[in-house]
Nanobody
Framework: QVQLVESGGGLVQAGGSLTLTCTGT????????ISWFRQAPGQEREFVVG???????IAANSMKGRFRIWRDNTKSMVFLPLDSLKPEDTAVYYC????????????????????WGQGTQVTVSP
């Protein structure tokens, strides 16, 4: 059974950086898009950025130019470097796998993902 595990979260001051990692299990990892979502306290889970099986990248409008994403299929990992963090970036960050293999463009809809990690907390202090 495929599983995803996030790591790399923590407490950082405003302006600081973290790199989140999503590690997957299963031999079909490279066939699926992986996306990052985040959920702040009291708010709905929102799409951040996603990468397709073919490295096509889609970012939420509010995230464009801020966050990058890349994947290493040899290690079944997807990386999300977070730079110039702001207090409003405080949230639990989740990675998720697309329910459909070989989708050309990552979906921004939560319902298009059927495997989720447990989340990793990112806290940005002022």
């Amino acid at each position: 059974q495929v599983q995803l595990v996030e790591s790399g979260g923590g407490l950082v001051q405003a302006g600081g950086s973290l790199t989140l990692t999503c590690t997957g299990t299963g031999q079909t990892f490279s066939s699926y898009g992986i996306s990052w979502f985040r959920q702040a306290p009291g708010q709905e889970r929102e799409f951040v950025v996603g990468i397709s099986w073919s490295d096509r990248i889609i970012a939420a409008n509010s995230m464009k130019g801020r966050f990058r994403i890349w994947r290493d299929n040899t290690k079944s990992m997807v990386f999300l470097p977070l730079d110039s963090l702001k207090p409003e970036d405080t949230a639990v960050y989740y990675c998720a796998q697309d329910r459909i293999p070989w989708r050309d463009v990552p979906s921004i809809g939560l319902d298009d993902y059927d495997i989720w990690g447990q989340g990793t907390q990112v806290t940005v202090s002022p």
